[in-house]
């Protein structure tokens, strides 16, 4: 049996979903779990792809009321 961290499956291929709230802030969340209020899913892959598509697409980390 592997050990995973809280949060993580062992499986990698399970399936986890991108949400973004209001201010483009992203995460990578399983898709499980419902979606917090807030937020809202906009990519499901892999917990790879997942991440690959944050990396792709947050590009300033800064909260969106920051950037403005």
Known sequence: MSETSPGQTDTPAATHQV?????????VWPA??????????????????CTAHVEEVWTDMRPKSVRG
Request: net charge negative.
């Open 32 to 49: 499980g779990k419902p979606v917090p209020a807030g937020w809202e899913s906009v990519f499901s892959g892999t917990h790879e792809a």
């Open 19 to 27: 949400l973004v709230n209001e201010e483009e802030q992203y995460c």
